[in-house]
């Protein structure tokens, strides 16, 4: 099996101003695409080269010889998932439902805003911050580490914002707080998150 790039939900222009179409040409066309066409020689004659995406990062994470595949298949699936994360003309509130299940776990919406960014500026170096769902259903903000994800500590992911330099240098430089004000504003796809949440 080999992997594919998968299509962008929207054209390389659609989230001007905030992303410009530069960014996203490097971002998801050499990028992406990078992380795509080396996971896809490093399983070339792998026992793993016809399993699906998510089968080779469970069975590749924490195994110190098929790290280059874990960084790559995770990589894969983290830029797919953040597409989908953002719309053109998203952000702000989400449905008074899922506003309800964010007041519940943090307090306020403005709360869990400032949750999230916290744990976007606060990570060190590339990586990524995250809303999940744990193990016992929780709601949870997480934040991780180059390539590692949600599905590797068990637990869904529902919401990503990538904070590798390459996400946002070309229209923020070093400003990485206004890039994540930015995502929360009016970048996210609610829609997107709230059909994550397990049924
Ligand atoms: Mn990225």
Redesign the pocket.
């Known amino acids: 099996m080999t992997h594919q790039l998968p299509t962008l939900p929207y054209e390389m222009n659609a989230l001007e101003p905030y992303i410009t179409a530069n960014t996203l040409s490097f ?1 998801y066309g050499k ?2 695409q990078a992380y795509v066409t080396n996971l896809n020689n490093l399983l070339k004659d792998h026992p793993l080269a016809n399993a699906s995406l998510e089968e080779v990062i469970v069975k590749s994470v924490g195994k110190a010889d098929m790290m280059g595949i874990f960084n790559n298949a995770a ?1 894969v699936w ?2 797919t998932f ?1 597409w989908h994360c953002m719309k053109p003309n998203g952000g702000g509130k989400p449905s008074n439902a899922f506003k309800k299940k964010l007041e519940e776990t943090f307090g306020s919406y403005e709360k869990f805003c400032e949750e999230f960014k916290q744990a976007a500026v606060t990570q060190f170096g590339s990586g990524w911050a995250w809303l999940v769902v744990d193990q016992s259903g929780q709601l949870k903000i997480l934040k991780t580490s180059n390539a590692d994800l949600p599905m590797a500590h068990d637990c869904v992911a529902l919401l990503t914002c ?1 904070v ?1 330099e ?2 946002y240098y070309l229209d923020y430089q070093n400003r990485r707080p206004d890039y994540i004000d930015t995502f929360l504003k009016h970048l996210i796809n609610w829609d997107f998150v709230e059909a994550q949440l397990p049924k």
């Open positions: 971002h990028h992406h990589q983290n830029h953040y990538d590798w390459h996400a």
